[in-house]
């Protein structure tokens, strides 16, 4: 477990954590699902798939407070697994044809798909978990989102 001088620790998720995370979601599901690649309409059908994405993630961060409280969540994968346009083997190049940069790699790159975290403590939170994720993925140099 990693700590931040702000009291926010990070480790990784667990399934226990599900219940934590889908409260700190709450009555947002549909802007952070359309923020992260639902429609809208798909959002307040299916809402945030908090269960799948702690079974799918390459990488699934918890951060928690001094009392042990979940307080954020970030879900990270090797491809982005909610966009239609590309899937797993093709994002490299989707990505280099509408965008550039080639020097963009399956083999360096991440996908932030999902972040979520309690506004008081947000940008604590927010940079704990990037911090983390590029010490753990150490062969990562960029997260896409």
């Known amino acids: 477990m990693t700590t931040t001088p702000g009291g926010v620790f990070v480790r990784?998720?667990?399934?226990?954590?599900?219940?934590?995370?889908?409260?700190?979601v709450g009555e947002d599901a549909a802007i952070i699902s359309k923020r992260f690649g639902l429609a809208e309409?798909?959002?307040?059908?299916?809402g945030v798939e908090v269960t799948h994405m702690l079974e799918t993630a390459s990488l699934g961060i918890?951060?928690?407070?001094?009392?042990?409280?979940?307080?954020?969540?970030?879900?990270?994968?090797?491809?982005?697994?909610?966009s239609k346009e590309m899937d797993q083997a093709t994002w490299p190049s989707w990505l280099h044809a509408n965008f550039g940069h080639s020097e963009y790699?399956?083999?360096?790159?991440a996908?932030?798909?999902?972040?979520?975290?309690?506004?008081?403590?947000?940008n604590d939170v927010a940079e704990s978990?990037?911090?983390?994720?590029?010490?753990?993925?150490?062969?990562?140099?960029?997260?896409?989102?």
């Open 105 to 109: 790699a399956a083999a360096n790159t």
């Open 129 to 145: 978990i990037l911090r983390t994720a590029f010490t753990t993925l150490s062969e990562v140099d960029v997260i896409l989102f």
């Open 62 to 82: 918890t951060a928690v407070d001094e009392k042990g409280t979940v307080v954020g969540y970030a879900a990270f994968y090797d491809y982005s697994p909610f």
């Open 41 to 46: 309409k798909d959002a307040k059908q299916f």
């Open 111 to 122: 996908w932030l798909a999902f972040f979520v975290a309690d506004p008081l403590c947000m």
């Open 12 to 24: 990784r998720a667990e399934f226990d954590d599900q219940l934590s995370i889908q409260a700190l």
